[in-house]
């Protein structure tokens, strides 16, 4: 089985940055997208960015020019790189691989293994 373990999530102020890492590790398949979603308190998990193959990035509107993400698969790590952060953007991030093309890259149901989820906690 495939695992996947986010790092990298902290407390930091407004403006501030934050480097999200995410392992894979175990019988890894092959892998189609990866991407980031969040969830806040009394919200619905949200995508946030996403890769798939042969294909450009996708962010979702409210973090576009602010968060990159990309992927070393020399390494099986995905990476989001997170500037100028707002209160809005606290929440815990989790890792997501698909192993067919989804139906959207930032739709959850388009995703079968999930990571355990990382704190982002941004205050001002």
């Known amino acids: 089985q495939v695992q996947l373990v986010e790092s990298g999530g902290g407390s930091v102020q407004t403006g501030g940055s934050l480097r999200l890492s995410c392992a894979a590790s175990?019988?890894?398949?092959?892998?189609?997208?990866m991407a980031w979603f969040r969830q806040q308190p009394g919200k619905e998990r949200e995508g946030v960015a996403g890769i798939c193959r042969e294909s450009v990035a996708d962010y979702a509107s409210s973090v576009k020019g602010r968060f990159t993400i990309s992927r070393d698969d020399s390494k099986n790590t995905l990476y989001l790189e997170m500037n100028n952060l707002k209160r809005d953007d606290s929440g815990m991030y989790y890792c997501?691989?698909?192993?067919?093309?989804?139906?959207?890259?930032?739709?959850?149901?388009?995703?079968?293994?999930w990571g355990r989820g990382t704190q982002v906690t941004v205050s001002s």
């Open positions: 175990g019988d890894i398949p092959s892998i189609y997208c």
């Open positions: 997501a691989l698909s192993t067919v093309i989804p139906r959207r890259t930032l739709g959850s149901d388009g995703y079968s293994v």
